[in-house]
C-alpha cells in the first residue's frame, strides 16, 4: 500500500512563495507518474503540475512561471514550488502517485491572502 503525506501549506500574502512537499512509501508496483492537484473552495479537484515518469512536465497554464514540480525518486518525494503566489491559488494541494494504480495523499491547505 502506498502511502502519501504532504506538507508545507500555510498562509502567505500574494506574491509571496511556499514549498509543497509530498513524501511517499510503499510498493508502486513499478514505474508511477506524479503529480499535485488542487481544489478551490467551491470549485472542483483540478490538476496543477505533473511530472511524468520519462521526465515529461506538464503544467496548468495558470501556473507556467510560477510553480516548479521536481520529483525525487531516490528520497520519494514530490515538490512544487510556489512563486509569485495569488489570491486565485488559494486552496487545498493534493499529492497523487499513479502507475498500475492511482494514490492521493490528504492534502494541504494553502491560504494566499492580499
Known amino acids: 500500500q502506498v502511502q502519501l503525506v504532504e506538507s508545507g501549506g500555510g498562509v502567505v500574502q500574494a506574491g509571496g512563495s511556499l514549498r509543497l512537499s509530498c513524501a511517499h512509501s510503499?510498493?508502486?508496483?513499478?514505474?508511477?507518474?506524479a503529480g499535485w492537484y488542487r481544489r478551490a473552495p467551491g470549485q472542483e479537484r483540478e490538476w496543477v503540475a505533473q511530472?511524468?515518469?520519462?521526465?515529461?512536465?506538464n503544467y496548468i497554464d495558470s501556473v507556467k512561471g510560477r510553480f516548479i514540480i521536481s520529483r525525487d525518486d531516490a528520497s520519494r518525494t514530490v515538490t512544487l514550488q510556489m512563486n509569485s503566489l495569488r489570491l486565485e491559488d488559494t486552496g487545498r494541494y493534493f499529492c497523487?502517485?499513479?502507475?498500475?494504480?492511482?494514490?492521493w495523499g490528504r492534502g494541504t491547505q494553502v491560504t494566499v491572502s492580499s
Open positions: 497523487r502517485i499513479w502507475g498500475l494504480r492511482d494514490w
Open positions: 510503499g510498493n508502486t508496483e513499478g514505474p508511477y507518474n
Open positions: 511530472a511524468i515518469d520519462g521526465g515529461a512536465i
